[in-house]
């Protein structure tokens, strides 16, 4: 079997602290590239996102019809497979070979876009024999919902429903296959030994280097960005919330707790049925349309009739007359 080289892969729903980890493991050697977005007033500590990878992502959210803080509960089957997404697969087929190429360090990317298009990045990373190394940033619903309301006046009970459905995503498609899950409040509380924890996860200080660990730390962690925080802003829903602390665990324990596992199939179940309805509904509107459309046909039938009913005739009548007269005259 050929060697897969190792790639970081940062994850998380928007505001939930990636741009924190991935400023992060920059200080620890892990090279996200150079075209990438610069600092502004929102993330005064950098987004630390390729500009590439968000073009991209954005024209295939846009040809399904969503955008990030619209996305649909599930997208068409084989969605893959639509010409014009497969030309922009390999663009970022592409793009990634390049920058893998191109530094001698590990290299790693980070966009929230890709949580609910991880299905197309396993196609690449299979096809590029990549080993990606998964880390999911999580951060109190409450304080994401509160940020998002002030950033793009998103409504908090929608920004919560996003919320929980990137995060089932990525436990959907990953599971097991993710090698972290930090806590963006725990970098405040328990900044060295959370990232100790994703270090040694990630096999990126072999010995664990305690000196570069703190200075890394006290380089990024700026407790005055923190401006929003759980509990205090606006009300939760009770199973955004219970999903949010499992994952919390997971963040401090390391393990997965096996409820998640048990949300995660009530989840699939209700998509299954989701899914049934919104084809029964996809089939309904289709035949609506059509009917709609044989209704226009016939009425249009209909106008033409009338008009050879009763235009004509008078038409006729009055080039009659009009002849007749000028004969006559």
């Known amino acids: 079997m050929q060697n897969r080289s190792k790639i970081i892969v940062i994850l998380g729903m928007h505001r939930s602290g990636t741009s924190l980890v991935a400023n992060f493991l920059h200080a620890l050697g892990v090279d996200f590239g150079q075209n990438l977005l610069p600092a502004d007033e929102r993330n005064a500590g950098g987004y630390w996102e390729s500009r590439t990878i968000r073009e991209i992502q954005d024209q295939i959210l846009t040809i399904l019809n969503c955008q990030w803080h619209n996305p649909p509960l599930f997208f068409p089957s084989n969605w893959q497979n639509d010409p014009r997404i497969r030309k922009l697969r ?7 070979r390049l920058e893998c190429q191109r530094t001698e360090n590990t290299w790693g990317f980070k966009d929230p876009r890709t949580a609910i298009l991880l299905p197309m990045w396993q196609e690449i990373f299979d096809e590029l024999h990549l080993e990606p190394y998964y880390v999911l940033s999580v951060r109190h619903p409450e304080a994401v919902a509160a940020s998002l309301q002030k950033r793009d ?30 806590d963006y409040d725990r970098w405040f509380d328990s900044g060295l030994d959370q990232g100790r924890a994703l270090a040694n996860s990630l096999q990126l200080i072999q010995p664990p280097d305690e000196t570069l660990l703190a200075e890394a730390i006290d380089r990024v962690i700026r407790p005055g960005l923190r401006h929003h925080y759980g509990n205090q802003e606006v009300i939760c829903s009770p199973t955004v919330e219970k999903f949010y602390f499992l994952l919390r665990h997971a963040a401090i324990d390391g393990k997965i707790p096996d409820e998640v596992a048990q949300i995660l199939s009530t989840f699939e179940k209700s998509l299954d049925l989701l899914n049934i309805w919104d084809t ?10 059509q009917n709609d459309l044989k209704i226009r046909r016939m009425k249009k039938q209909k106008n033409v009739l009338l ?13 009659s007359a009009f002849f007749a007269w000028r004969f006559w005259h």
Do not use: C
């Open 280 to 289: 029964l509904v996809v089939e309904r509107d289709a035949i609506i349309a």
């Open 307 to 319: 008009y050879l009913v009763f235009a004509l005739p008078a038409l006729i009548l009055a080039l």
């Open 153 to 182: 006046r998103v409504d908090v009970s929608h920004a919560q429903a996003i919320w929980l459905k990137t995060n089932l995503e990525i436990m959907s498609h990953l599971g097991n296959k993710l090698r972290s899950v930090v």
């Open 90 to 96: 390999r663009d970022l087929l592409e793009f990634v």
